[in-house]
């Protein structure tokens, strides 16, 4: 065990003393602060409006605002809707709506999974590719350490890579949030809208199961890739491969749903929100256990293919 996490650490290393990484960090973190001077500046009806101990008053002259403004304009209705649904939610449940704070900057912010999802795949595919690129893989295989323990520690380093990333991301967002929009409290709760209408939930809660949401995504695809740059020794091919699949998989999938097998494809059952929050699944019949037993299936088959060639794998 002590070998393997020298390994692994030996790896943090290597991966660190490269410039992308930190362009990758400090991308992410500049993403963050840009995101949050854009929210402070360019939504100002959103980020300054708070409510005081009048607030029914208040949301009910909203509402009769917007009702008139629905009825004078052509597409008033589609622009206010929401607003009018989600204030007589609040009089209706007794909510005194909460002003706009680093809670709900956070979870607006889950959108930056995806730009996680991309260097994980980057990452993921150069670690093994570029040790065959280099030369440097017969300096590895050499040492008295087992092949799949050095494969192993370069699959769990870049998750470890990842989970920092993750961590960079919330701190940099509850940092920025606090000091833009203040905090309202340790865990407060937040009126969200769902697929059956507004309902109140606990906003750190929520916060991690959109990002938990988003990592599984982010496990699979990444895992796809040190997969491919395994097999073929081509992080380009690893890259491209796995960036165009996890941007075009759900449009693909969209395109097979009528077809029963269509529910085995990976990409049906990346998406576990879909069986959330009154969502309903891409294909007729799927579960949340059916996807996750799919998801596993995948796992294991790509898992198994890398491990699989690098062990027989003969390097001149």
Do not use: C
Not at 86 to 103: G, K, M, V
Not at 153 to 174: N, P
Not at 258 to 263: Q, T
Not at 278 to 295: A, K, Q
Request: glycine share 6%.
């Amino acid at each position: 065990m002590a070998n393997f996490l020298k390994l692994v650490w030996n790896e943090q290393i290597k991966l660190f003393a490269k410039k992308s990484t930190w362009v990758m960090v400090g991308m992410l973190v500049v993403l963050v602060i840009g995101a949050g001077l854009l929210t402070y500046f360019f939504s100002g009806d959103v980020v300054n409006k708070e409510y005081g101990d009048n607030w029914r008053e208040e949301l009910t002259a909203e509402n009769e605002k917007y009702q008139a403004e629905m009825s004078e304009e052509e597409f008033g209705g589609m622009y206010y809707q929401l607003d009018v649904e989600r204030n007589t939610y609040h009089l209706e449940e007794n909510i005194r709506p909460l002003s706009y704070d680093a809670w709900q900057f956070t979870f607006d912010n889950t959108l930056f999974m995806t730009l996680i999802s991309l260097f994980a795949i980057i990452t993921a595919a150069s670690i093994v590719s570029n040790e065959f690129k280099w030369g440097t893989i017969k300096l590895l295989l050499i040492r008295p350490i087992s092949r799949w323990k050095i494969l192993l520690s370069k699959y769990v380093s870049v998750f470890v890579f990842v989970a920092l990333l993750v961590v960079v991301l919330l701190i940099s967002s509850m940092l920025v949030g606090g000091i833009l929009f203040g905090l309202n409290g340790l865990s407060p709760n937040m009126v969200m809208q769902t697929m059956n209408g507004f309902a109140e939930q606990n906003i750190p809660q929520a916060i991690l199961r959109d990002y938990g949401f988003g990592l599984v995504s982010l496990i699979v695809m990444t895992t796809f890739a040190f997969m491919v740059s395994t097999l073929f020794r081509s992080s380009a091919m690893a890259i491209g491969l796995s960036i165009f699949l996890l941007m075009a998989g759900g449009a693909i999938v969209g395109f097979l749903s009528r077809y029963e097998w269509a529910k085995f494809i990976l990409f049906a059952n990346t998406n576990l929100a879909q069986y959330f929050n009154g969502n309903t699944p891409m294909i007729e019949g799927m579960t949340l256990v059916f996807s996750v037993t799919v998801l596993i299936v995948y796992l294991v088959i790509f898992i198994a293919v890398a491990f699989g060639t690098f062990q027989k794998r003969d390097v001149a």
